[in-house]
């Protein structure tokens, strides 16, 4: 079983900046990819962004080009990626959930989610 762990969510003001970090442990797959996606109230579970592990490309949605960077460790083996958020706005306010998708798979891994408040 692979675990994700989140960390770094809060309350932030409009405007400001947050990072939000995700360590993977457990068992060893060969990792394809690693995301983040949110859930705000009401809603359904989006896409964020997410980051492919060996070529290091990057994808972000629309709603946060220019403001969201997505990261991962150096060291391809410790499978840790971060989210740096910034200009943050309140329509960003949701549960932030890290995800893995193995080689051949979906994201089929997923972390139990940390909190991210912006108030105006």
């Known amino acids: 079983q692979v675990q994700l762990v989140e960390s770094g969510g809060g309350l932030v003001q409009a405007g400001g900046s947050l990072r939000l970090s995700c360590a993977a442990s457990?068992?060893?797959?060969?990792?394809?990819?690693m995301a983040w996606f949110r859930q705000a109230p009401g809603k359904e579970r989006e896409f964020v962004t997410s980051?492919?592990?060996?070529?290091?490309?990057?994808?972000?949605a629309d709603f946060v080009k220019g403001r969201f960077t997505i990261s991962k460790n150096r060291d391809n083996a410790k499978k840790t990626v971060y989210l740096q958020m910034n200009s943050l706005k309140p329509e960003d306010t949701a549960v932030y959930y890290c995800?893995?998708?193995?080689?051949?798979?979906?994201?089929?891994?997923w972390g139990q989610g940390t909190q991210v408040t912006v108030s105006s």
């Open positions: 980051v492919t592990w060996i070529s290091g490309t990057k994808d972000y």
């Open positions: 457990g068992r060893t797959i060969s990792v394809y990819a």
């Open positions: 995800a893995v998708r193995g080689v051949g798979q979906g994201y089929d891994y």
